[in-house]
């Protein structure tokens, strides 16, 4: 099903992102060394003996060589091992774990609402593209581009937690206590990440769509009678996927980075609260752990939508 | 004349006549607390209202506008004063020098862009100088970008050519040439990079990393508006308000440009 061309393209993608995620690890390992602090003096607290410091260090590993440390460290994450947290004292591997059961869904649920709200949007201005309908749509995604989300998630918990009272204004009942109620406290959150993701992907789908059906195939397409909205259900929506799956993978980075502030806006305990926190308590070893997934999602996204290209275009033979 | 040119020139002025004002002038002072005030709704006397340390809510923003200016203006310097330079030399010299850039590019992109300014911020502890670094950073593959993909293209055309057949040095075509020919490009993307510079900001200081208090800053006075929602949601209300209609001038102010400068129009 797939060219050879494609295959070689997709197999050149797998091998540099491998290669960005090596420099990633190489980046984040050498500049958290340079923090201030010595970990294990930190987890001991202020009254510690210098005695029992220097014990910790060493079980720590902190006295070996820099080289020898990366290695460990590398090495035992491509096992799923990524150390012990310092002031959690349980294995970064739960930790994570633990997080990400809040974090996916909440970017999952926000991904899915984006596109569900964008594209129909994009769609229904690009058919009026030049009249009102348009124009208005244009000018509320120019204001969606420019409102930060955690206002809005502020505003959304004034109007639907704190006056109609209902959703929960924050926090998380874990998905122990039940789907509903789970599902019902990532709602806020969710919307909040994706109203400013739709408005964006609405106007690339907009002008991807308008640049589509300005195509010859259009043109036949309309000479042959097919209806306008056959026409772009049809002809132009396929093909103007391309530059919304490529700003959809771009974005899913933004959105990760949103989660660590909306998060904290809803007293979630997903990855970007333990990150966050993690800093503040120098736990180096769990920011190093959860950047590294957080850069490897990244990747993992990104090798997905130059999958999905192929997919949605077999014609394209990517240039190389 | 352009629409979107005049509404969102209209506002860049207005906010940034307004972070000069504050140097001379603000109805109250910013940081002065007056307890007896506090958590006022708008009125005549505050007409922002004032918050929960009975500070004049109008007079912060005008004051934390200097902030976020600053650094969204600095940041967006640093990334075009690196960044296009580096995509110039991308793009004339080519070869692996042009492949090591585009992958360090893409290295750069695959960090989580807020998650690595906390953690620069954390390193270097919270405060403006570091946010702007942090987000400066973020600048630079997206001027090399932009600057390289321009540049390619304008060096594929024919008086290029010319300029060379006439024993002009690569370095004297690109600034002679190449550059002048991408300048509105990189100013629509400076816009673009200093609203989104504005955005980071906010954010940044919402998690307490920007500027420390007493600085009013757009992002802080949105965290403490957090748990005052019930109570004083007007202290949301306006800092948000401040932050949507600068970057929505500035977003509008690059459409305008892009437009009137584009020569295809």
Same mark, same amino acid.
């Given at each position: 099903m797939l060219s050879p061309s494609i295959l070689s393209h997709l197999l050149t993608r797998l091998a540099t992102s491998l290669l960005t995620l090596v420099f990633a690890s190489l980046v984040v390992f050498s500049t958290l060394e340079i923090l201030p602090g010595d970990p294990a003096r930190l987890m001991l607290g202020l009254g510690a003996s210098e005695d029992a410091i220097a014990a910790l260090r060493g079980q720590m590993g902190l006295n070996q060589p820099i080289i020898l440390r990366y290695l460990t460290w590398a090495g035992h994450m491509l096992t799923g091992d990524f150390g012990r947290s *310092?002031? *959690?004292?349980?294995?970064v591997r739960d930790l994570i774990a633990e997080r990400l059961a809040v974090s996916l869904p909440l970017a999952l649920m926000a991904l899915t609402l984006s596109m569900a709200i964008a594209i129909p949007v994009g769609l229904f201005a690009a058919a009026r593209r030049g009249r009102a309908p348009d124009s208005a749509i244009m000018g509320v995604t120019q204001l969606g581009v420019a409102i930060p989300n955690f206002w809005f998630a502020l505003l959304l918990v004034y109007v639907f937690a704190v006056t109609l009272r209902l959703v929960p204004a924050g926090g998380f009942p874990g998905w122990s206590a039940g789907i509903f109620p789970a599902f019902k406290s990532l709602l806020l959150p969710a919307i909040a990440l994706a109203l400013p993701q739709a408005a964006i992907l609405a106007r690339v789908t907009r002008s991807a769509l308008i640049e589509t059906l300005s195509q010859d195939y259009i043109r036949t397409a309309r000479a042959k009678g097919l209806t306008q909205t056959a026409i772009l259900r049809r002809h132009a929506l396929p093909n103007a996927m391309i530059p919304v799956l490529t700003i959809l993978g771009l974005q899913f980075s933004f959105l990760l980075a949103g989660t660590v502030i909306i998060e904290n806006v809803f007293y979630l305990p997903g990855l970007g609260r333990l990150i966050f926190q993690a800093i503040t308590q120098r736990d180096l070893i769990v920011v190093e752990g959860v950047i590294m997934v957080l850069v490897a999602a990244v990747l993992l996204v990104n090798l997905i939508v130059d999958l999905a290209y192929a997919f949605v275009d077999p014609r394209l033979d990517i240039p190389r | 004349m352009n629409r979107s040119l005049i509404i969102g020139l209209t506002i860049t002025l207005l906010v940034a006549g307004m972070a000069l004002l504050s140097y001379a002038w603000t109805p109250y002072d910013a940081t002065a607390i007056d307890i007896a005030a506090k958590l006022q709704g708008p009125s005549a006397a505050h007409w922002f209202g004032t918050d929960h340390f009975g500070r004049d809510i109008l007079s912060m923003i005008m004051v934390g506008s200097r902030n976020s200016i600053a650094v969204a203006l600095v940041a967006v310097g640093i990334g075009a004063g690196i960044g296009i330079p580096l995509g110039l030399v991308a793009a004339t010299r080519g070869g692996w020098l042009d492949e090591m850039l585009m992958r360090f590019n893409d290295l750069v992109f695959a960090f989580p862009a807020l998650i690595t300014a906390i953690m620069i911020t954390a390193i270097f502890g919270p405060g403006a100088i570091n946010a702007i670094i942090a987000i400066g950073i973020f600048n630079i593959p997206v001027f090399a970008r932009v600057t390289r993909g321009a540049a390619l293209s304008i060096l594929s055309r024919e008086f290029i050519l010319a300029a060379k057949a006439i024993g002009k040095s690569s370095g004297g075509i690109t600034i002679d040439h190449v550059l002048p020919n991408i300048a509105s490009l990189l100013i629509v993307q400076a816009t673009i990079q200093f609203a989104l510079g504005i955005l980071a900001e906010a954010g940044l200081s919402y998690l307490g990393l920007g500027a420390p208090p007493p600085n009013p800053s757009w992002g802080r006075m949105l965290f403490e508006a957090q748990t005052m929602i019930g109570i004083a949601p007007h202290m949301a209300l306006f800092p948000g308000l401040a932050i949507v209609i600068t970057v929505l001038g500035l977003n509008l102010l690059g459409d305008g440009l892009r437009d009137v400068l584009d020569p295809r129009n």
């Open positions: *310092y002031t *959690y004292a349980v294995p | -």
